[in-house]
Every structure is written in C-alpha cells, then in structure tokens.
C-alpha cells in the first residue's frame, strides 16, 4: 500500500478549536466538544495546517458555503473547478444572461406560441440547489420582454406584494410556518389565479443543481417511464440550467464542463490499483464527484460501499455504519497479494450527515465515532507502510448554533489537513497493536504544511508522495515544504 486519503465530511474548525469555551448559551462546536484522542494525536505529531472549502478558494460565488460535491470535485480534480453556480452568477453580474441561447430560446418560443413563461425552481439564499439572484435575474430578463405580464409575478416573489396575500407563494409558506412546517417539508402548493402550464408555454429551470430538480423535470419532459397520469404532459419548451441528467434531451444554459485529469485518472495511468469506500449516503462523492462528474470507473478500481443505516434521521444512530466501512477498509489493506489497493479514498460522512439533524449531543457522538474509526484506519495504513492524508471537505458540526436557534447548515470554517509519514521516515516502528489501536508512532517525516491552501492543492499532494506524475492540468500546489 502507497497511502491512504480519508476524507472527515463535515469536519471543521470552528471557534471552539483549541482551546476557548463554547458560548454560554449552548455548545456550538461540536467538533472541538467531542474527544478526540486519534486526531488530536495525528495532529500533534504529523505535519498539520488548515484548507478553505469554500466561495472562490473552490469555485462558488464569493462567500458561498461549501458542500460534499463541491469539495470532492476539487479533492480529485487537484484545481480550483469553477462551479456552475459561479459560471451563472459571473453571467448575472456582467449583464450576460440575456445573450444565454438557451434561455432566449425559451422566451421565443412562448412569443411564437402566445404561451407563458414558467419560472421554476428553489427560491433560497443557502445556495446548495440555487440562488435567488440567479431567478430574479431571469425574471428581469422576461419582464424587460412583457412587462405587465410578468410584473405581479416578479413583485410577489420579490417584493412579497400581490392583490390577495392569501393567493401567494409567500403566504403559502407563511401557512406552512404557522403549521409548525419548515422548508424542507412543505407540500406542494397550489396558488390560485395562475395560470396552469399549458401547450406553448416555456419552462425555465433555475436550479444549477441536479439533484430534487430532475425528477420533476423528467414528468414534465415526458421521459418518465412510470408517468402516473391519465394524460400527457404539456407541450412545452423546457430549458434547464445545467445538465440534470445525461439521457435528457433537452437544451441547457449552462452545459457540463467534467475536468480531466484527476486524481483516480493519474493513479490508473500509473499502473496503481485504488479502493473507493464510503457509505452509501457519501456513494457518488467518493465515485462520481471525485471523478470530475464522470460516471466512470478506472482500471484497477475497486469500491467498498456499506449501506447506510435505515434510520428516520441520523441522530438516532450517530456512528451511522462507520465501523463497517473501517472493517472493509482494513480487510483490504490487509489482504495478501494482489488485494491490497495502492491508494484508499475513504470517506467517513457522520459529522456531516448528524451535523445537518441539529441535534448537538448526537453531533458530539457522530465526532467521537469518526475519531475511533480514524485510528483503526491510521493503525492499519501505519502497519502496511503508507502515507496518510487527513482532511475534510467542508465544515457542518463545527457549529451547531445554539438550542434555541439550531445550526444545521455547512459552515465557512476552515478544515483540517494532517500529513502523516510512513514508519521509517522519521517516526520509527508502527504499533505492534496494528489495526486496533490509534497508538502507532505517527510523524511529519520532516515536512510542514503551508499557508494559504485549498481542497485543490491535495491531490497534486498526494501523487507527489507517492511519485505518480501529476497531470498537466491540475493547477493545486504541494501543500508540503
């Protein structure tokens, strides 16, 4: 085994780290509160420092919060991969969205057929899904086509002002808080003195990003095979923002761009065999997001995927199935022969899956269970003589606001990276105890990590340790001097 890069989601470094209290109105860091024996000492004794997971250090708008896609596109691509959020916003900021084809290609066919134009997507200011900004700007964009049709719309999802409060989307949420309903759970809606998606229409999707987006897409573009009405869809010109997914022939404004080159691309053309593991709620980071988006997989390739437990939420069982991912890990670091991968990617999704439930306590729990799962796997690559690389892909238990007022989304808190040299590049003999023990002598091997780094800068690391030729096309730096 050449080494091993585990990926801690949602592990951050909030204002809880090293040292000060968390506020007195709650414990907010959930990762400074949990005990952290394993990591604490490979930080120790390894060359750390911290990466930024987020805005323009990975490709999002300025001040944009990370997330598991975003951070796995730029862990494996070894560059800074400009998101499509990003390419979007730069389009809105220069004035350019009105030049987009394919979105006046939606506005000149409803022109052509008397038809309306439907606006959908996430109205929201997270911007995981979408961003407001980028639906005012196309409803600007119809407005300046036909003012007055457009301009109660524009007014009731903007300004929140229309003839009959009761009748809008706005109060159509405000209903659902006063349920007791929050934004993820509310149930679609019917507003009254709309008009109803009809043959001619045009329809643009604002979402950039696929996930929650195709499956209604799919109804309306007529390609789902279990459609479950008596009656066909609509005849209507269907614009989507980017590619929500490859079998839709559809236009888009904003069509993929998959970078090449990545890290999985490198270890395969080096003649290097590479093990995937996760569990199933982190499936398509490890695979087709570290990928550069390719559905792909490499010669020498193999995957450990452990089903995540069947619960109504994590809290209810913070450790998720993290010792079986480490299980499966370790029974193929150990393996004789041909079985032992070269480089592992394995990625331990608890403290971001339990950190987004809001429930502190269980966010301490979901910490202290990675921190043990990460010994077992330091203790196994320590025996099998491999380089081990420690990061995260972005912040989420790091803060958990306060019980009054839960955090449960991303942070902007820096993320750690730990470097730990193999036995007998400084750091003497690995434990005799091996896999089942978070004790073996780690060490820096002499090495420091530099200021200023990214999720970019790891791959190029992590190939230059293990003398594979980093591609032309990754910009990252060694983050190690």
């Not at 569990?279 to 398509?284: A, D, L, V, Y």
């Not at 203790?379 to 803060?399: I, K, M, Q, W, Y």
């Not at 955090?407 to 590049?425: I, K, L, R, S, W």
Request: aromatic share 6%; net charge negative; glycine share 12%.
């Amino acid at each position: 085994m050449k080494a091993a890069l585990v990926i801690l989601d949602g592990w951050g470094l909030g204002t809880g780290w090293d040292g000060p209290e968390a506020p007195a109105e709650g414990g907010r860091d959930a990762v400074a509160a949990a005990d952290t024996p394993t990591f604490d000492r490979l930080r120790a004794a390894g060359a750390f420092g911290t990466l930024e997971t987020h805005g323009r250090r990975v490709g999002l708008p300025e001040g944009q919060m990370g997330n598991s896609e975003v951070g796995h596109l730029n862990l494996g691509a070894g560059r800074v991969v400009l998101q499509d959020s990003a390419r979007v916003t730069d389009d809105v900021d220069a004035g350019a969205l009105a030049a987009n084809e394919a979105i006046e290609g939606a506005f000149a066919y409803a022109d052509r057929h008397a038809g309306f134009v439907h606006v959908m997507g996430l109205v929201s200011d997270g911007g995981v899904h979408a961003r407001q900004t980028h639906l005012h700007a196309v409803l600007e964009l119809a407005a300046e086509r036909d003012g007055e049709r457009t301009k109660s719309a524009y007014d009731a999802i903007v300004r929140r002002e229309a003839p009959h409060v009761a009748d809008s989307a706005v109060a159509a949420v405000e209903d659902a808080y006063d349920r007791g309903v929050t934004d993820e759970h509310v149930e679609p809606t019917l507003i009254e003195g709309g008009p109803a998606l009809s043959d001619g229409d045009a329809v643009v999707f604002v979402n950039f990003r696929a996930d929650r987006a195709r499956q209604l897409v799919r109804m309306l573009a007529d390609v789902d095979p279990a459609w479950p009405f008596d009656t066909d869809p609509p005849a209507v010109r269907l614009v989507t923002m980017t590619e929500y997914d490859e079998t839709f022939d559809l236009p888009m404004a904003y069509p993929p761009r998959s970078p090449e080159g990545t890290l999985g691309e490198a270890v395969a053309d080096a003649g290097l065999t590479q093990l995937r593991a996760a569990e199933s709620e982190k499936h398509p980071h490890v695979t087709y997001f570290l990928d550069g988006g390719r559905e792909i997989t490499f010669d020498g390739e193999r995957r450990e995927i452990v089903d995540s437990p069947d619960v109504p939420t994590y809290d209810r069982q913070p450790a998720m199935s993290a010792p079986e991912v480490t299980d499966g890990v370790c029974d193929r670091i150990e393996a004789a022969g041909d079985g032992a991968p070269d480089l592992v990617v394995c990625n331990y999704a608890n403290p971001d899956m339990v950190g987004h439930t809001g429930d502190f306590a269980a966010a301490v729990a979901a910490v202290e269970a990675v921190d043990a799962e990460l010994g077992r796997l330091a203790g196994a690559v320590r025996s099998a003589g491999g380089h081990l690389l420690v990061t995260a892909d972005h912040g989420n238990a790091d803060d958990m606001g306060t019980p009054a007022d839960p955090q449960t989304a991303h942070t902007t808190n820096p993320v750690p990276f730990v470097y730990v040299a193999p036995a007998g590049d400084g750091g003497g003999e690995a434990s005799a105890a091996g896999r089942a023990s978070s004790d073996a002598t780690a060490s820096d091997g002499g090495f420091r990590v530099r200021d200023g780094g990214t999720l970019a800068d790891v791959a190029p690391t992590l190939l230059r340790r293990i003398d594979v030729p980093v591609p032309d096309a990754m910009t990252g730096t060694d983050l190690l001097s």
